[in-house]
Structures are given as structure tokens and as C-alpha cells.
């Protein structure tokens, strides 16, 4: 039974069948192709498809059965779905989805790849949770909020200026607050012809949005079709509504002021109609809440009430009509604190009635509530300034505490003495949780808890102040780990993420109580040291740190070893700023990596020059790959029994516009570091196995093509599919290539590395061990990998011909690979004298410049073609004069 109809049988079995029919959420199943297997009700009625034929049909193919509006909802499943497929493991995003009937809705939807014991693709459940009500929930409590700080804000300026001084501010608060593009405040007037009209005092606009039109700076209602709103005005009623549901005349003047949705608030001072209030919105048309036409009400009110102030002294009575209808609580104090009035809001937030607080020194303000400081903190500010504002935590009645965002305003008489105090305040537990929970996502890491680079740029900032005052130092220890993204590729990212919070507990463990332990991101993680006195005590941190990191971490029952490379800044002498510090330590770091890691170092000036020479190296190389800059080499390996060329390696060399041929010893370190030599490596392999097949096609017989492998390549879950794929796409005979590999990429991860050449193996490739006998193989690792030949390095045969040593390892090496029924190369023959000792030993094949150096393929093709001429002695001959 194939994958895909196991696993659609799967999906339609028993109790699974029931729980995805009566689903909420929309559930769906793709095979690993993305072609729909199966959808329940809620998942069809989403797109509309309950009367289409949907199973075994792609996105792509869906899009042009569905209602025209859902084909860039079904290309954007398409593509998140490849995202969770490369990414091997759930993902969870939000999609927004328009609506053939208007309006959208918004989507949880969480994406699951399963995958076959091979790794193929077995398929893809997907889960679409309607959470548009939530998300309505959410905007809308944003921005009643955000409404309701604009409010309590307008309302202290104008009740601390003159409201002409305030009124553009308080428009631009009132149209940040609600979204709507230009606020207005217009005056009530007669025009020459005894008309009602109403001039533009004040404006404010969004900065992508034209100022009100000039020249209707004076409104004309007949003029502009609008007379019945001169009357609604007047009577102090609101209008408000989308442009297209006003009358025709109407509807035509806001079509020409480019405005579509509007809101006229009238403001009245006292019993007399003063004008009103404008607020447009010019890019779309919006729904208006009861919510929000109160709270504009409440803020045509305000201004109503600072207008009547500049003429009548009756400050009190003004604030009591601004705030009687406010959903906000508002209570009214004597000169003593004492409470002389409260309305609905007040009750409604505290439980407590008017009746209940009458005569009581009002709770904000009640010295027995609060510290001594807070209470001289707000009398000192109501006595200096005649305001005060900020959060007090307060008990309703029923006990329940809750969190309060107060204003306390001093209300004086024509002689400037104090005779009420005014407070505004409303409920702020929600917005205060939501504000803790913000401060703790953005300043912590989402997986370890730590400080994450926000926080410790905060924290250490603080540091560095302190350290400058009290002649301190502060230390900067920049920790990455070596070896875990080999873990995370070849273990998965659930151990490396289980990995990294051990390892931040044994960062937290071996710190002192004042450092901070932060986690910068993937493996990297930055230890602050704060006021130190002595420099030293870095050092000794540092030591602790690479000593805790060496040891065994246990993850899933499997034995897991890394270490840590440490990089050390000091301030002052290494910078003045977090910045600073960071980069000097990082620097100091990448000198720990190139040494060997799994050690400390401080940093120095000079580490800063080959920091920078690394970059543009690094820059040079990946500008190398998009140039085409690399070139393949060929090197002869030929049969010491015969001297006939029997083979070849393929070397990369980087031929640099302005430095020449680099090196592969200065840019391959680099290249692993940084993963590049996965796209250099895979492009070598690729070039190789083409260069077998163009020779062949000439001619040339060879009996293999070596092509090293560096261990980032093979680390990677894909190396083997990369094989397969260049001996499909090259039509390369399998049993001509061999991959060349060296013991250290052995030993790491061993068990993952025999099961992917094995896989390797099967199709016929060809597999080596290079530079045979540097490392530390162990013997029953050697005999478990399915290899065909050793190589033995260089090294060795350098000093062949005198050194006894080196000739008893080189006899060994030989032995061994005959036991183990292997061939042998060995690589940096130069002389007669070294082949010939090789041959007596028993060596199959040699390399090395007494055979010829690495050439490009055109010439290596005329050495295959010289070497069909010429015997063994005669290629002794000419080596040898050469």
C-alpha cells in the first residue's frame, strides 16, 4: 500500500473520523505532494468547496475552482505550507482571509509535517481556528484604551490652560487615539446673508493626509447641500455615518473633501450651542461604536466645558456635566479631600455608592492607603502645579484589588486659593497586566527566560554609569557554543532547544548573584560582570564557564558533549558603550574559534585587524559564489604497479579578480565556518561528476574521481538526496565517483555518519578515509564504515625514505587496509625513491607532484592523452627530471 493511501486511511478511521467531523477549527490533510486528502465541514465551508470535487487536487489546482477572492489565500497556503516542510516541524501563523460577501476574517492556523522513516514528505495536517471575534476583542480593547488615555490626557490640558492654547494638541490626541485622519474644531457663526455657517478654528491631519480644503475654511450649509446639519447641531445632536448611507447632496460635498466616514460632535458652552468638533477619516470606511461616539461626546463636552471656564468661574459645576455620562470613575473633593460627590463610573469601577464615600477623605489621596513619599509626592504636585497624575492600586469593594490611572486636578477660586479637587480615573488592571506581560516577551528570551539583547543593552548601560562613578570595571563575556549546530542539525531543533536551557542553567549557576547571564540568539549567550575590582575575576568566570560546558549534558536518554568558546571585553579599556564591549568580545571570541576553541581569551587591539580581515574575506567569498570565481583542479593519482594515471582528485581553487589563486587553507575554514562550503562543496561535486562524463565522452578511461567532503556537508540531513541528485542530473556513473572523507568528520556524531554513507553506498559510490593516521579513528568505528580505500597523509611520506617511523606507520597503515580487504593511496609523493618504497610495501596508488600538479581540466585531458603513450619507467624518468 503506498504512503499516500495509508495515510488517507488513517485520517477516515474510527474516533479520528468523528473528532475531525464535528471539529470547529477547519482540519485538513495533504498528502506530502500538497494535494487535499481530506477537509471536514468547518474546513470546507472556510473556502466555500462544499460542492466541489476537492480530493487529490494541489492549492494551485483549488484556486481556480474557488471564488476568485480566495486565490491569494490558496497561493499563501501553498507557500507556508513549503515553509513548514523545510522547516521539519509545526509551525503557527496568522492568516487574514477577505471575504467574498465583504470584510475578512482572520485565521490561527498551525501546520504539522509528518514524515516517512526515510524522511520523505507522508503529509500535512493543517488546523484553521477562526479567531476573528478574539482579534475584533483585542483591537477593540486597544483602542477603548487608547481612547480613554487620549481623554483623560485632553481633559487635564484643558483643564490646566487656556483651551485655545491646547485645542490643536488635544485634536491630534483625540485623532491618534481613534484612527480618523483629520480632527477639526469649528465655531458657530452668520454669514453676510443671515445663514447659519461655521468657521475652521483649529485642524490637525495625518501626516499622509491632505489639510482641510482652504476653501471651505468657513462651511456654508446651504452653499454645500448640508443645511439639516446647521439644525441636528443646533439642537446638540451628533451626525455621524460612512459618506455613502449620507443624502445625495451631502454624500457629493465629502466625496469632494476626499472624506469617508464622518463624526460631527456639537460642543455647547453652558446651554448655548458654541460649534463642534469634526473628525474624518479619509483613507476608508469605518463601523463607529456606541463606544466611541460616547467617548467623542464626552470630548465635545470637555472643550465645551474649557470654553464656558475662560467666561464663568464655575469650574466645578463644569466638570461635573463633562464627566457625568463618562464610563471613567470621577469623584469631587472639598479643599480637605474630603468627598462631596462621585457619579456612575465611580461606582461602577469601585462597588461603592455616592452614599457610602460622602464625608470620607477620598481614597486616592488618603494618606492611611499610601507611603509617606507617595503621599507628599501628590500633595507637593497639586500644591505646585495644581495636578497630579499617575497609577495607584486600590480595593473595590468587595475586596478584589485592582490597578488605577488617576488624575487629580486642583479647581481654584477668582483669588487662587483651592476650594475642590477633581479626580479622574479609570480601571487599568487589564492594560497593566498586558503591559507586564509585553515588558516580560521583549525583554526575555522566549526559551531560556534570560534577558535577551534588549534588556542586557538596558542592564548594562546602568552598569557602565555605575562603574564610572565608583572606578569599577565591568566585563563583557561573549560564550558560543561549539559543536551545537551539529547537534541541532543532526538531532533535531527540539534537543538543541532542550540543550540550550541546560546550558543556561549551568551559566546561572556558576555566576555570581549581581551578574547577568543573557541569550543573544541560536547559540550565543553574553555574560555581564558587574563593578569588578579586579580584571582577573573574568578570567576565573571564564574558566568555570568552559569547565561546565565540557561536561556530559544528558538530552533524551543520549549522551551529548560540547564546549564553549569564551571572548572577554573590559570597560573601560575596550569600549565606552554596550556596543563596544559586545563587538570586542565577540572579536576576542571568533580568536578562541580559530585556535582550536573550547577555551577564553581576553580581547587585544590587534585581534580587531584580523576581525576585519576575516570579514572581508567572508564578504569576498560570498560574492565569490554569485561570480563564479571558483574553479575545480585536477590532480593525478596514478597505479604505482603500473604508472598509468588511474585517477583523480578534484581540488577547488578560488580565483580571486585581484588576489590571485587564494588558497584553499585560508578560505575553507572560513567557508565551514560560516556553511558556505555547503553550496562550494555541493557546486565541486557537481562540476566533478560533469568533468567524468564530458571525459568519458572523449575517450578517457578512469577509474575514479575523488572529491573531498567536508563534515558541514555531511552533518546536513540532506547530504545523501544531494548525491542522488547530481549522479541523476550528470548521468555520472556512481562507481567512478568517491567521496573522500576525514577522521574527525568520523568520530563526531558516528553513528548518524555510517548510517548517511551507507545510504550513499548503496547506488555504488565509492568512499575513502583522507589523511589516514592524523586523527584518532577507533579501529571498530573503521571496520563499521563501508569504506574502499585509505589515503595515507603526507606527512608520512615526507620523510619516508629515513625516518623509520614514519615508514613503520606507513607499513601499518598498508597492513591495516589489507586486512580490512582496502585499497591505498598515498598523497605528497615527490621522488623516485618515496614510489618505490611505497610499491615494495604494497600500495596500490600514489599522488603527489613526482605524478603532477593539480591542472585544469583541459590540460589534465592532454595528461591522459600523453599518458596512453608512455610506460612506467618513462613517467620515472620524467618526473624525475622535473
Not at 547571564?517 to 573574568?538: I, K
Not at 560546558?549 to 570597560?571: H, N, P, R, T
Not at 548517511?756 to 548503496?762: L, T
Request: charged fraction near 25%; proline fraction near 3%.
Amino acid at each position: 500500500m503506498s504512503s499516500h493511501n495509508s495515510f488517507a486511511t488513517t485520517v477516515k478511521s474510527g474516533l479520528l473520523m468523528g473528532l475531525f467531523e464535528s471539529s470547529p477549527d477547519g482540519v485538513y490533510f495533504k498528502d506530502g505532494n500538497g494535494a487535499w486528502l481530506a477537509a471536514n465541514p468547518r474546513g470546507l465551508e472556510v473556502f466555500h468547496l462544499q460542492k466541489v470535487d476537492y480530493q487529490g487536487k494541489t492549492d494551485i489546482e483549488l484556486a481556480a475552482f474557488a471564488h476568485p477572492i480566495y486565490r491569494h489565500a490558496f497561493l499563501n497556503c501553498h507557500i507556508s505550507d513549503e515553509l513548514a516542510w523545510q522547516a521539519k516541524e509545526w509551525s503557527r501563523i496568522e492568516e487574514l482571509m477577505m471575504l467574498p460577501e465583504g470584510g475578512s476574517k482572520s485565521f490561527d492556523v498551525i501546520k504539522i509535517p509528518l514524515f516517512n522513516e526515510d524522511g520523505s514528505r507522508l503529509g500535512l495536517m493543517v488546523i484553521a481556528r477562526d479567531v476573528t471575534e478574539r482579534k475584533n476583542s483585542e483591537n477593540d480593547l486597544n483602542k477603548r484604551s487608547a481612547m480613554l488615555d487620549a481623554l483623560i490626557t485632553s481633559d487635564g490640558m484643558l483643564h490646566s490652560e487656556s483651551w485655545k492654547k491646547v485645542a490643536s494638541d488635544v485634536l491630534g490626541l483625540l485623532g491618534s487615539a481613534s484612527g480618523f485622519s483629520r480632527v477639526s474644531l469649528f465655531k458657530n457663526a452668520i454669514d453676510a446673508t443671515h445663514q447659519p455657517c461655521a468657521t475652521n478654528l483649529y485642524c490637525w491631519n495625518a501626516s499622509d493626509v491632505p489639510v482641510f480644503p482652504k476653501q471651505h475654511a468657513t462651511l456654508h450649509y446651504a452653499e454645500i447641500g448640508c443645511s439639516r446639519w446647521a439644525k441636528d447641531l443646533l439642537n446638540g445632536n451628533p451626525i455621524f455615518g460612512q459618506s455613502h448611507a449620507f443624502p445625495e447632496k451631502e454624500r457629493a460635498f465629502l466625496d469632494e473633501i476626499g472624506t469617508k466616514t464622518l463624526i460631527l460632535i456639537p460642543v455647547a458652552e453652558g446651554d448655548q450651542a458654541w460649534g463642534f468638533i469634526a473628525l474624518e477619516r479619509c483613507d476608508a470606511a469605518m463601523e463607529i461604536s456606541s463606544h466611541e461616539l460616547g467617548a467623542f461626546v464626552a470630548a465635545g463636552r470637555a472643550f465645551g466645558m474649557a470654553i464656558q471656564r475662560e467666561g464663568s468661574a464655575v469650574r466645578l459645576r463644569q466638570a461635573i456635566i463633562a464627566f457625568d455620562s463618562a464610563a471613567e470613575g470621577m469623584v469631587i473633593t472639598d479643599a480637605d479631600m474630603r468627598v462631596v460627590a462621585v457619579n456612575r463610573g465611580f461606582t461602577n469601577i469601585t462597588g461603592y455608592t455616592e452614599t457610602e464615600v460622602l464625608g470620607h477623605v477620598s481614597y486616592e489621596v488618603d494618606p492611611e492607603h499610601m507611603s509617606a513619599e507617595h503621599y507628599r509626592e501628590v500633595t507637593s504636585a497639586l500644591e505646585r502645579e495644581g495636578r497630579w497624575r499617575g497609577e495607584l492600586e486600590n480595593q473595590r469593594k468587595n475586596g478584589e484589588h485592582f490597578s488605577e490611572l488617576v488624575t487629580f486636578t486642583a479647581v481654584k477660586d477668582g483669588e487662587g486659593k483651592t476650594v475642590n479637587y477633581v479626580g479622574v480615573f479609570s480601571d487599568n488592571s487589564e492594560t497593566k497586566q498586558v503591559q507586564n506581560t509585553l515588558h516580560e516577551m521583549v525583554n526575555h528570551d522566549a526559551l531560556t527566560n534570560l534577558p535577551n539583547r534588549r534588556l542586557l543593552n538596558e542592564l548594562t548601560g546602568h552598569a557602565l554609569k555605575r562603574a564610572e562613578r565608583e572606578k569599577t570595571s565591568v566585563a563583557m563575556l561573549f560564550i558560543d557554543l561549539d559543536r551545537f549546530k551539529v547537534i541541532n542539525d543532526t538531532l533535531g531543533h527540539p534537543v538543541g532547544d532542550k540543550l540550550l536551557i541546560e546550558v543556561s542553567e549551568r551559566l546561572n549557576n556558576v555566576m555570581r548573584d549581581s551578574d547577568t547571564v543573557a541569550r543573544l540568539g541560536g547559540d550565543e549567550f553574553v555574560v555581564m560582570m558587574d563593578s569588578l575590582r579586579d580584571v582577573e575575576d573574568a578570567s576565573r568566570v571564564a574558566k568555570k564557564i568552559v569547565s561546565s560546558l565540557q561536561q556530559e549534558f544528558v538530552i533524551d536518554g543520549k549522551d551529548i558533549f560540547i564546549g564553549a568558546s569564551v571572548g572577554i571585553s573590559v570597560f573601560p579599556g575596550d569600549g565606552n558603550d554596550v556596543e563596544d564591549l559586545l563587538k570586542a568580545a565577540d572579536i576576542a571570541m571568533y580568536q578562541v574559534k580559530s585556535e582550536g576553541k573550547n577555551s577564553y581569551r581576553f580581547y587585544s587591539p590587534d585581534l580587531s585587524d584580523n576581525a576585519v580581515e576575516r570579514f572581508q574575506m567572508e564578504t569576498e567569498l560570498r560574492r565569490a559564489i554569485e561570480r563564479k570565481q571558483f574553479k575545480v583542479y585536477y590532480q593525478p593519482q596514478v597505479s604505482l604497479a603500473t604508472g598509468r594515471i588511474v585517477g583523480t582528485e578534484a581540488l577547488v581553487r578560488w580565483q580571486h579578480p585581484k588576489l590571485g589563486i587564494v588558497s584553499p587553507a585560508k578560505f575553507i575554514p572560513l567557508a565551514e565556518e560560516t556553511g558556505l562550503v555547503v553550496q562550494i562543496g555541493e557546486w565541486v561535486l557537481r562540476e566533478a561528476a560533469r568533468q567524468i562524463v564530458a571525459w568519458e565522452a572523449e575517450g578517457h578511461e578512469l577509474q575514479s574521481m575523488s572529491v573531498n567532503i567536508s563534515g558541514v556537508q555531511v552533518q546536513r540531513s540532506n547530504f545523501a538526496d544531494t548525491v542522488y541528485g547530481i549522479l541523476v542530473e550528470t548521468g555520472c556513473d556512481p562507481a567512478k565517483l568517491e567521496l573522500e572523507i576525514t577522521e574527525s568528520v568520523v568520530m563526531h556524531n558516528t553513528e548518524y555518519v555510517i548510517s548517511v554513507f551507507g545510504r550513499i553506498k548503496e547506488p555504488g559510490v565509492k568512499l575513502a578515509i583522507d589523511d589516514f593516521g592524523t586523527g584518532y579513528s577507533s579501529l571498530s568505528y573503521l571496520k563499521r564504515l563501508p569504506l574502499d580505500k585509505l589515503k595515507i597523509d603526507q606527512s608520512f611520506v615526507r620523510e619516508l625514505t629515513f625516518d623509520d617511523d614514519d615508514k613503520a606507520i606507513a607499513n601499518a597503515v598498508i597492513a591495516l587496509a589489507r586486512s580490512l580487504g582496502l585499497k591505498v593511496i598515498a598523497e605528497g609523493v615527490e621522488t623516485i625513491e618515496q614510489a618505490d618504497m611505497l610499491t615494495e610495501m604494497g600500495c596500490d596508488d600514489a599522488q603527489g607532484y613526482l605524478f603532477g600538479k593539480a591542472v585544469e581540466a583541459h590540460e589534465f585531458a592532454q595528461m591522459l592523452m600523453n599518458d596512453a603513450k608512455r610506460d612506467r619507467y618513462k613517467v620515472k624518468e620524467e618526473t624525475q627530471s622535473v
